[in-house]
Every structure is written in C-alpha cells, then in structure tokens.
C-alpha cells in the first residue's frame, strides 16, 4: 500500500516539472527518482563532494602537518575511504575542526545544483543539443574565474564559481557519448584554454537511431503503466561511436549562446526521459545517463561508469586549479582549511556605548585578564599556529556605520575594549541591529556573535535583513541584557545623567520589558543563540561561557520558554556523542536543582564534572562533562521562577547535522527549488538532512516543529535516503518555527537536535524571476538586469521594497523601478533592478544585494526577502533570454500532463478503495 501511495504522489509531484538534465542535483531528489528508494543514484553534490574531498588528500599529503608529534601522512595514507572528519582529524588531531571544510563543501555543491534552476535554458551549461565548443568555452571561462577569484583571496565567490564549473563538467559525462564510446578516463582537453575539442558529430549529419517503448507492467510500476517510456540501448550510431565523434542530446526549449532556440533536426539523438518532448521525434530516446531509473535516463545502466569519470574529471580540474593558484595556502582557504594554521573562527563583540552602559563598560573591561586566558586556552586547543578572528563593534546613537574593528592581535583587541567610553546616546532606543549587520559580514560562518545592551533596537524595521544574513551566514547571536532603556527618558528629566551623558549609577535598573526582550529572544532563537538578562555586577561571570559557548560544535539539544510561580520540572536527553553540556536558566528570582539520569543531585558530582559557571537571582550556567561521569540518558531540570523563564541546553557534540529546506516549483528541473526567502504560508516543503561526524553511531526517525516557546506543534517522519541523509516532504501550519530532528543513538538513547536557525512562514513570496540568478557576473561598463517576482498571498496590501547591500562604490550602482505597489490577494508584480558595473570596475569586485517587501499601514506585518550577487569579471559568460512562446507552450503541456496524473491518481485510490 505505501509504494502504490507513494508511486501516485511521485507521480503528481514531478508531472509539475518544467525539465530534467544533469545529474541529480542532490539526495532529496532521488526520493522522487527511486520508488523502492535505493541509494544507487549518484547525485551532484555526492560526486563534488567526493572530488573535492580526494583533492583535500593531496593537498594534506604534499603539506605535512607541521607538528613533528603527528604523523599525519601515514594516517592519510592509509584511509580505504575519507571523509571530512577522518581527513581533518588525521592531519590536525581534531575531529571538531572538519566544519569550516563541510561548509565549503556545500556551499559549492548548493552552486553546482543553482545552475539548473538558474541556467536550466542555458544548452552549453549542461554540454546539451550538441554545444560541446561552447560549454568548453564556459569551462575555460569558469576555471580563469575561479583562479582569479582564489588569487584575490575571496574565496566564497570563488567556490560559488567552482560549483557553476563542476556542475558543467560533470553534465559533460552524463549528457554525450564520451561513456559509450568506451572512454574510461576524463577527456582531458575540457577547461584547457590551449584546447579544443575535435571530432565533433556535424549539424545535419545523423547521430542516433529510434529506441522503443516499454512494455506495460502493471503492479512493479505504476509509473511505467502510466508513462510507457524509451528504453534504449545502443541506440547512437555504430558509426559515430567507432569514429569517435562527439555528440549530445537535443533538449526542447534550450538557447545557443545567442539566445536563439535551438530545435532538434530529425536523427539527432535527444537528452531523453519521459518529459522531454524532443524525444519523440526521431530518433526516438535519448542518451542521458543521469540516474539509474530508465524513466528518467535512457541510458540509465551506463549511470555508475559516468559518475566515476565525472568524479575523476572533477578532482583533476581542481588540482589544475591548485597548480596555477601556484600558492597551497590560498588553495587551502578556497576549501576553508589552514595549512599554517589549525582553523580559522571568529568571535564578535557587539558593545552598545551610550550612555546608559556607564556602569556596564567598565564591567566588561574588567573581565579582560580573564578574556585574554580563555582566549588563549581556546586558540591553543585548536592546535599549533591555530587562528582567530577577533571582532569588535562598538556602536551609537546615531550609528557610524563605518565602526568595526578586526584583529588576530590579542593584545591588540583587548586594548581596543579598554578604550571603549560610554557617552551620549541622545534618546532611549539604539541601533543595535546595524551593528550586528556589521558583525555578521565581519565573521567566519557559523561563528558567535554577543551583543551588550541595555536598550531596545531603534533600527528593529531592519529584522528581515538580519534574518537574511543570519540564514546564509549561520552564525549565532547571543544578548548579554542588562536594564530597561524605556526607563531613561525618565530619568534623564529626572537629572539622573550628567551632562556628558552619563547615566548615574545609583539610579534604579529595572527589568527589561516584553517588546524589546522580544525582539532579542526571536533572533537568538532564530539564529540558534540566547538571551541572558544579568545584572551589571554578573557581567564579569559570563566570560567563561561566552568562550565555552564559541566552540563550533556546540548544537542545542533542548529549549523551552514559559511564565512559572510554582516549582516546575523539564527533562532533557543526552546521548553517546555528546561530550560536554552547556545548561541555561534565565528568569526572575529562580532557584534549581539539576538531577543525572539516575535521579542524583548533579552538585554531589565531583567539581571536575559539573561547574556552576554563573548561579544569581536571574541566571545559572552550569558545564558538565558528560564523559567523566557516562551521563548518558535523561537528565532533569527541576526549578522555581517568579515569571517568564527561559531554558536553553546545548551538547558538544561528534555528531553535526545540517539541513536545507526545498519548496515545489514547477519551474525547476526536478520539481523542487532552494528555498529562497521565507516559505509561504500553506507551501509545502521538502527538508533534506544530512549528517557528517559519528554519523553512525545515530538512526533519525523524525522531526518535529517547534513553536516559539520551544512546545512541539507538528510531528513528521523521516525518510532515510543513504547512509548519511534523511529526507521528507511536509507542510507546516506555523507562522515562525525550528526544527528539532529525533532519533536514536547505538544505546537507545534519544537523540536531538534543534536547528540553528528558524524559519518564518510569510503571506508574500518574493523570488527571482525566470532567468535571473542568485550568482551574476558583469563584464565591466555593462548592465544587467534581475528581475524580482512579488506576489501577494494575503489580503490587499500595500508593500515596501527596499534594497540593501554590503556596500555600494565606484564599482557598482543600481536602480530599480518602484520602491512601493499595491496588490490585491493572489496579484503579482514584477520588481527590476538594474545593476551597472563601471567601466574601471576591477576584476572579481563583488557586491551581494537582498531585496525585502514589507507590508505597510497593516498589523499583520508580513515580510519576505530574496539575495542575489554580482561579480565583475573580464571573462562574462553568455547572457540569455526567454523565449516566452515556448515558455508558455511548455506551461500548457505541463499543466495537461499534470491533470492526467491527477486522473491517473484517482483512478489508483478508487481502485485501492474497493
């Protein structure tokens, strides 16, 4: 029952899609591809991640740790098979560090699956309808970009263009005959700008013969009942193959590097698959050996000897990279690792200094002896020569929106926070959210962030901004509150601040009222941090946790708000890879217990083993190293509050999870797209997980959605779709939720995990246009347009659009054509931005914009966002445009095959009914 099921929902959902080529783009989608959900499909981020990592291993090798105690070339040379961690705990000794390698990894492996919603028309971006000289050319153009970029020393750009790269690359060995002609190795002439591909199949002359249709097989699958599909087997030409020409599939609708439709001649081979139209014009099927599912890949049995040479082809042009860089180091840090040093973090400081911080100033200057032994004791721990990057932005009112510090320097960073002054301020709210803008475009990915105030943001209409960064950069922000700015007007008529501003210190502190604490919880809940409302004289307490809480592995295994007057109990799992706990209580004259899972009171363990970090009237910290005592199991928070509380655990843990949210869209190539923005409410979802570290040692079942309190609204199950990843479809009924993934550990033992960050459902999309892309490049003097789709969803409604940058400069300007637009329910609007990059614009200047649209004159405010980057390049890929007749020629056929999937769909549940 649950296969037929599961056969008519595929069926529904990919009939949706606009087109299908390349490798499959991820895991998620092989859900869709496989019925009985093997894991034999090889998808693109799989054979990137499997290049990169073999490229890694050189690197290592031909850069021996420097550390005389560690052998790290024999451990490296004796894996059967690497992963992130085995490689980086080999060479530095620390598993932990393997994350900034992981997230470099993805974030090329999520550039490599961009081009086929962003570039899906694009023939030479996929090696398609016989353009192999022009996607040799892109190679070409590409590898230069790459190394420029690497050269430069930005590096995020240039992983953005190494996935743009490889994606094409790869599509070279899935989309042509390379494979059938009996190649075993990468065609080694692709990328190489002192080559050419020859032998190429002429334009009339004939490549393939007609494939045939499948037989009808009634109950193995249902989607071949419904779609008698190709199966091909030798169908390109004995003659083409012996003479060893090249060619590749026809694909309908796709553009030639003029933008002219290119249409498929009569014995051309096609791409091939059930939804490509080409393919029934002779010769009949196709050649694509995108996956192992015939449906979808005529040449399906040939998929496995495709992705090994991709593979092969993919780790080569990354060493030919490496080797022009002509510099390791730079190489390294393209990857996100360090050859002169352990890692690199960060860690950032966010100081309100107006006035009113007059007593908390000198309370943080005073913690710096401590500062400096921790941050000490925290860059040994990372290893020999290990790195981090140290930020501080002091900010007020009015803001300098220059004000910025960064350091590697200590000493230099703590002499920065002894010369911080609190004065002036003007009026009670402060532009705390600007500075934290700041911080985050100054930090490492996924670094800490920690913001003193005493005053509720004056620049709180920015949210969906800091929203935005805090989800693509992962960073966690954490507030160290300690007063009520409300409470300043007050006192300032009062003549409780001196005439520098000062605030006297005797005055009154009172607690902090609910609108701005939350605006605070929301975002540390939404970036994965916390909130501490202390008192001034607590301040100097914090410096241990703020530096324990920094290690990048730390994950939030628990969390929970609520108002409690009686004594009130939360219990909490721990599994085998959690090594140490962070536990937070915050609240109003609280007093608690903490009891082990065999009901002891955890203060009789041993001081080594638990540690009371900060225990006052308002807050407990407490450690505890869960492997001195095998703490594993469930533990119990038992506590007394005279108010709102809140309880924050989190584990340092082996085992790091990451997810990545998909939404339906008929637009892209396999009926799901990267989420961009906020979803929208009622949309539904696809989640895809996947685990690195002790992946092994866990077995996830499902997630739940969490509310703001941190209660479970909605539960769903988990697929498994490899080893090492899990996904599943669902749609949520929240406004604002995280996700806590479940599972079990090899004890049995709960496993949980609560997302970094939240999501926030919204009543308005807003989204990139057909044809525009997240990632751009501009030949200098050149414009170029990004067209931005508003669509309301909500009741009528007037919105603000605005735009906002990192920076703005000689390099590049932009203009767009409205700034405000009224729609009623279910209308749409287009938005253009035009982007102009100046004639002297340098090679590899980048600028990355985030659009927002926001509800105005309304209490229901809904907001949304979408980004999109430039970059100036002397090397300009082709730029395309829409044929929109067969646009919406293909729009017509999808929604007709759309509407026989449905009959088809009904037809099964009838039959399943009786």
Same mark, same amino acid.
């Not at 937070?584 to 004259?589: A, D, T």
């Not at 730029?879 to 999937?901: D, K, S, Y």
């Given at each position: 029952?649950?296969?037929?099921?599961?056969? =008519?929902?595929?069926?529904?959902?990919?009939?949706?899609?606009?087109?299908?080529?390349?490798?499959?783009?991820?895991?998620?989608?092989?859900?869709?591809?496989?019925?009985?959900?093997? *894991?034999?499909?090889?998808? !693109?981020?799989?054979?990137?991640?499997?290049?990169?990592?073999?490229?890694?291993?050189?690197?290592?090798?031909?850069? *021996?740790?420097?550390?005389?105690?560690?052998?790290?070339?024999?451990?490296?040379?004796?894996?059967? $098979?690497?992963?992130?961690?085995?490689?980086?705990?080999? +060479?530095?000794?620390?598993?932990?560090?393997?994350?900034?390698?992981?997230?470099?990894?993805?974030?090329?492996?999520?550039?490599?699956?961009?081009?086929?919603?962003?570039?899906?028309?694009?023939?030479?971006? !996929?090696?398609?309808?016989?353009?192999?000289?022009?996607?040799?050319?892109?190679?070409?153009?590409?590898?230069?970009?790459?190394?420029?970029?690497?050269?430069?020393?930005?590096?995020?750009?240039?992983?953005?263009?190494?996935?743009?790269?490889?994606?094409?690359?790869?599509?070279?060995?899935?989309?042509?005959?390379?494979?059938?002609?009996?190649?075993?190795?990468? #065609?080694?002439?692709?990328?190489?700008?002192?080559?050419?591909?020859?032998?190429?199949?002429?334009?009339?002359?004939? %490549?393939?013969?007609? =494939?045939?249709?499948?037989?009808?097989?009634?109950?193995?699958?249902?989607?071949?009942?419904?779609?008698?599909?190709?199966? =091909?087997?030798?169908?390109?030409?004995?003659?083409?193959?012996?003479?060893?020409?090249?060619?590749?599939?026809? #694909?309908?609708?796709?553009?030639?590097?003029? @933008?002219?439709?290119?249409?498929?001649?009569?014995?051309?081979?096609?791409?091939?698959?059930?939804?490509?139209?080409?393919?029934?014009?002779?010769?009949?099927? @196709?050649?694509?050996?995108?996956?192992?599912?015939?449906?979808?890949?005529? !040449?399906?049995?040939?998929?496995?000897?495709?992705?090994?040479?991709?593979?092969?082809?993919?780790?080569?042009?990354?060493?030919?990279?490496? @080797?022009?860089?002509?510099?390791?180091?730079?190489?390294?840090?393209?990857?996100?690792?360090?050859?002169?040093?352990?890692?690199?973090?960060?860690?950032?400081?966010?100081?309100?200094?107006?006035? $009113?911080?007059?007593?908390?100033? *000198?309370?943080?200057?005073?913690?710096?002896?401590?500062?400096?032994?921790?941050?000490?004791?925290?860059?040994?721990?990372?290893?020999?020569?290990?790195?981090?990057?140290?930020?501080?932005?002091?900010?007020?009112?009015?803001?300098?929106?220059?004000?910025?510090?960064?350091?590697?320097?200590?000493?230099?960073?703590?002499?920065?926070?002894?010369?911080?002054?609190?004065?002036?301020?003007?009026?009670?709210?402060?532009?705390?959210?600007?500075?934290?803008?700041?911080?985050?475009?100054?930090? &490492?990915?996924?670094?800490?962030?920690?913001?003193?105030?005493?005053?509720?943001?004056?620049?709180?209409?920015?949210?969906?901004?800091?929203?935005?960064?805090?989800?693509?950069?992962?960073?966690?922000?954490?507030?160290?509150?300690?007063?009520? =700015?409300?409470?300043?007007?007050?006192?300032?008529?009062?003549?409780?601040?001196?005439?520098?501003?000062?605030?006297?210190?005797?005055?009154?502190?009172?607690?902090?009222?609910?609108?701005?604490?939350?605006?605070?919880?929301?975002?540390?809940?939404?970036?994965?941090?916390?909130?501490?409302?202390?008192?001034?004289?607590?301040?100097?307490?914090?410096?241990?946790?703020?530096?324990?809480?920094?290690?990048?592995?730390?994950?939030?295994?628990?969390?929970?708000?609520?108002?409690?007057?009686?004594?009130?109990?939360?219990?909490? $799992?721990?599994?085998?890879?959690?090594?140490?706990?962070?536990?937070?209580?915050?609240? /109003?004259?609280?007093?608690?217990?903490?009891?082990?899972?065999?009901?002891?009171?955890?203060?009789?363990?041993?001081?080594?083993?638990?540690?009371?970090?900060?225990?006052?009237?308002?807050?407990?910290?407490?450690?505890?190293?869960?492997?001195?005592?095998?703490? +594993?199991?469930?533990?119990?928070?038992?506590? %007394?509050?005279?108010?709102? #509380?809140?309880?924050?655990?989190?584990?340092?843990?082996?085992?790091?999870?990451?997810?990545?949210?998909?939404?339906?869209?008929? &637009?892209?190539?396999?009926?799901?797209?990267?989420?961009?923005?906020?979803?929208?409410? @009622?949309?539904?979802?696809?989640?895809?997980?996947?685990?690195?570290?002790?992946?092994?040692?866990?077995?996830?079942?499902?997630?739940?959605?969490?509310?703001?309190?941190?209660?479970?609204?909605?539960?769903?199950?988990?697929?498994?779709?490899?080893?090492?990843? #899990?996904?599943?479809?669902?749609?949520?009924?929240?406004?604002?939720?995280?996700?806590?993934?479940?599972?079990?550990?090899?004890?049995?033992?709960?496993?949980?995990?609560?997302?970094?960050?939240?999501?926030?459902?919204?009543?308005?999309?807003?989204?990139?246009?057909?044809?525009?892309?997240?990632?751009?490049?501009?030949?200098?003097?050149?414009?170029?347009?990004?067209?931005?789709?508003?669509?309301?969803?909500?009741?009528?409604?007037?919105?603000?659009?605005?735009?906002?940058?990192?920076?703005?400069?000689?390099?590049?300007?932009?203009?767009?054509?409205?700034?405000?637009?009224?729609?009623?329910?279910?209308?749409?609007?287009?938005?253009?931005?035009?982007?102009?990059?100046?004639?002297?614009?340098?090679?590899?200047?980048?600028?990355?914009?985030?659009?927002?649209?926001?509800?105005?004159?309304?209490?229901?405010?809904?907001?949304? +966002?979408?980004?999109?980057?430039?970059?100036?390049?002397?090397?300009?890929?082709?730029?395309?445009?829409?044929?929109?007749?067969?646009?919406?020629?293909?729009?017509?056929? /999808?929604?007709?095959?759309?509407?026989?999937?449905? %009959?088809?769909?009904?037809?099964?549940?009838?039959?399943?009914?009786?």
């Amino acid at each position: 029952m649950r296969s037929v099921l599961m056969c =008519c929902v595929t069926l529904v959902s990919l009939c949706c899609v606009d087109r299908i080529f390349g490798f499959i783009p991820n895991r998620l989608y092989t859900i869709l591809l496989e019925l009985d959900f093997t *894991p034999a499909t090889v998808d !693109h981020a799989e054979i990137t991640e499997d290049a990169i990592l073999q490229v890694v291993r050189k690197l290592l090798l031909d850069n *021996p740790n420097p550390d005389p105690d560690v052998d790290s070339t024999f451990q490296i040379n004796s894996f059967i $098979s690497i992963t992130a961690d085995s490689l980086i705990q080999a +060479y530095y000794g620390a598993a932990s560090l393997s994350s900034s390698l992981v997230d470099a990894i993805k974030d090329i492996a999520e550039a490599n699956s961009d081009v086929d919603s962003s570039e899906d028309k694009d023939a030479a971006a !996929h090696f398609d309808s016989e353009q192999i000289q022009a996607g040799h050319n892109r190679l070409v153009d590409f590898k230069q970009m790459v190394i420029n970029q690497i050269k430069l020393e930005k590096y995020d750009v240039a992983r953005v263009l190494a996935g743009r790269m490889l994606h094409t690359l790869q599509d070279f060995y899935s989309h042509t005959n390379w494979v059938e002609m009996g190649r075993t190795v990468p #065609y080694d002439v692709l990328g190489d700008k002192d080559g050419n591909p020859d032998n190429v199949a002429g334009e009339s002359e004939d %490549t393939c013969s007609n =494939c045939v249709r499948g037989e009808e097989n009634l109950f193995t699958s249902l989607l071949n009942r419904a779609l008698y599909h190709y199966r =091909c087997s030798d169908n390109i030409l004995p003659e083409v193959n012996d003479a060893g020409k090249l060619t590749s599939g026809y #694909y309908d609708g796709q553009l030639d590097i003029d @933008g002219n439709v290119i249409e498929k001649t009569k014995g051309k081979c096609s791409h091939g698959g059930f939804l490509d139209s080409s393919s029934d014009i002779r010769a009949t099927g @196709g050649i694509n050996k995108d996956s192992v599912v015939e449906i979808w890949s005529p !040449h399906a049995s040939l998929h496995s000897k495709a992705v090994t040479i991709a593979t092969l082809a993919s780790e080569t042009i990354l060493n030919d990279i490496r @080797g022009e860089v002509g510099d390791d180091k730079k190489f390294s840090s393209f990857l996100n690792i360090a050859l002169d040093k352990q890692q690199i973090s960060s860690i950032a400081y966010v100081i309100d200094t107006t006035g $009113s911080m007059y007593d908390e100033i *000198p309370e943080i200057q005073a913690t710096l002896p401590d500062i400096q032994t921790r941050i000490e004791t925290y860059v040994d721990s990372l290893g020999p020569n290990a790195e981090v990057n140290l930020i501080l932005v002091p900010f007020n009112d009015p803001d300098d929106d220059d004000s910025i510090f960064s350091t590697t320097d200590i000493g230099v960073f703590l002499d920065a926070i002894a010369a911080l002054v609190a004065i002036g301020g003007g009026d009670c709210p402060e532009p705390s959210t600007g500075a934290t803008i700041r911080a985050i475009r100054a930090s &490492e990915y996924g670094s800490p962030i920690y913001v003193f105030t005493d005053a509720e943001p004056s620049d709180g209409d920015r949210e969906t901004e800091l929203r935005a960064l805090i989800e693509e950069t992962g960073v966690q922000i954490s507030y160290v509150l300690t007063g009520s =700015c409300y409470l300043r007007r007050r006192r300032s008529a009062n003549g409780q601040f001196d005439n520098a501003g000062r605030y006297n210190q005797n005055a009154r502190r009172n607690r902090r009222q609910s609108a701005e604490e939350n605006f605070y919880s929301n975002i540390a809940a939404f970036s994965g941090g916390q909130v501490l409302n202390v008192q001034t004289s607590s301040i100097s307490e914090l410096s241990s946790v703020i530096f324990l809480s920094s290690e990048l592995s730390f994950t939030e295994i628990y969390q929970r708000t609520g108002i409690g007057f009686i004594s009130s109990n939360r219990s909490f $799992s721990v599994d085998n890879t959690i090594t140490v706990l962070l536990i937070s209580l915050n609240g /109003n004259s609280i007093s608690s217990v903490v009891r082990t899972p065999d009901g002891n009171n955890a203060t009789a363990l041993d001081p080594a083993a638990f540690k009371i970090e900060l225990n006052t009237t308002n807050s407990f910290i407490a450690t505890v190293n869960i492997t001195s005592i095998a703490g +594993y199991g469930e533990w119990e928070l038992e506590f %007394t509050s005279s108010g709102p #509380y809140s309880i924050q655990v989190s584990g340092l843990s082996s085992l790091r999870l990451s997810q990545q949210f998909y939404q339906l869209d008929t &637009e892209s190539n396999f009926g799901f797209s990267k989420i961009e923005g906020n979803p929208t409410k @009622g949309q539904t979802l696809a989640l895809l997980v996947t685990a690195s570290g002790d992946y092994q040692e866990v077995e996830l079942n499902s997630f739940d959605l969490l509310t703001s309190d941190g209660s479970i609204h909605q539960q769903f199950n988990l697929t498994k779709l490899s080893d090492k990843s #899990y996904g599943s479809i669902f749609t949520p009924t929240l406004e604002v939720f995280q996700i806590a993934l479940t599972g079990v550990d090899s004890s049995g033992n709960q496993v949980r995990r609560i997302s970094g960050t939240g999501l926030q459902v919204s009543e308005v999309s807003l989204k990139l246009g057909r044809g525009s892309s997240h990632y751009n490049t501009l030949y200098p003097g050149n414009s170029s347009n990004v067209t931005v789709v508003l669509t309301n969803l909500g009741v009528t409604s007037t919105f603000q659009i605005d735009i906002t940058h990192g920076a703005i400069n000689s390099t590049f300007s932009y203009s767009i054509n409205r700034t405000q637009v009224s729609l009623n329910q279910n209308e749409t609007m287009e938005i253009i931005i035009v982007v102009t990059a100046s004639a002297n614009a340098s090679n590899g200047d980048t600028i990355q914009f985030i659009v927002t649209a926001s509800t105005l004159f309304t209490t229901d405010a809904s907001s949304n +966002y979408v980004s999109f980057q430039y970059i100036a390049s002397t090397l300009p890929p082709p730029e395309f445009t829409i044929n929109q007749t067969t646009a919406a020629a293909r729009e017509t056929a /999808n929604l007709l095959l759309l509407m026989f999937a449905l %009959t088809v769909l009904m037809s099964f549940i009838e039959l399943i009914n009786t």
